[in-house]
């Protein structure tokens, strides 16, 4: 079983639209963290967050610690917010300080 | 440049040759991190250096994968006697302190025949 789920795996919405991507996770964390990569393009982070919310633009991430979730919003999308969204988390305990992935959310957004 | 910097982009190799990869962090980054990504798969961790400490190695999917941090800045990564199950996009991070905002590079995507 994969310690970050993310929801839903595949998301495609008018240009406009209110975009909402969610993430659960199964243990204790440290920090969440949003990427965005685009196709063929290099991964770039956009939020890191371990409580409350963050905003960014037209990209807002809230984090529910208690719940073990977090969202990522996209108010007013448009066509060049195309593109894969991951959630990772840094894990407390073990050996490793890498990150855990979720599978990712691939977002199209149609103009 | 002021990037992660990996190269090559794209490297072919045959099945059982050795390959380097090399990553170039963000100068003053003390966190370095290698992962890969598969075709159609998820991000997978494959190690951590963090300043002059032992690096974390609990990622590395056998021994025939090694990497290692120069001076604390440069890294390679290193697969030999490589298998076409090793065909995948290895990407480059590092960020300014453990555990911190991650900077990732482009990317070395490696093609095993």
């Known amino acids: 079983k994969n310690e970050v789920e993310q929801s839903p795996q595949n998301l495609t919405a008018q240009e406009g639209e209110f975009i909402t991507i969610n993430c659960s996770y199964s243990v204790g964390i440290s920090a969440l963290h949003w990427l965005q990569q685009h196709p063929g393009g290099g991964i770039v982070s956009l939020f890191m967050l371990s409580s409350g919310k963050k905003k960014h633009g037209r990209l807002i991430a809230t984090i529910n610690i208690q719940e073990k979730h977090s969202s990522l919003h996209i108010t007013a999308s448009h066509p060049r917010d195309s593109a894969v969204y991951i959630c990772a988390v840094g894990l407390w305990g073990g050996g490793a300080d890498g990150l855990t992935f979720g599978k990712g959310t691939h977002l199209i957004i149609q103009p | 440049g002021a990037g992660v910097s990996q190269s090559p982009s794209n490297k072919v190799t045959e099945k059982g040759k050795d390959v380097e990869l090399r990553c170039d962090p963000i100068s003053g980054h003390t966190a370095l991190y290698w992962y890969r990504q598969s075709l159609g798969q998820g991000l997978e961790f494959l190690i951590y250096?963090?300043?002059?400490?032992?690096?974390?190695k609990s990622g590395l999917p056998s021994d025939r994968f090694s990497a290692e941090r120069t001076g604390g800045s440069v890294s390679t990564l290193t697969i030999q006697r490589t298998q076409q199950e090793d065909s995948a996009v290895y990407l480059c991070?590092?960020?300014?302190?453990?555990?911190?905002?991650?900077?990732f590079g482009n990317g070395t995507r490696l093609t095993v025949t």
């Open positions: 991070a590092s960020s300014l302190a453990q555990r911190g905002r991650l900077h």
């Open positions: 250096f963090q300043g002059n400490s032992a690096p974390d």
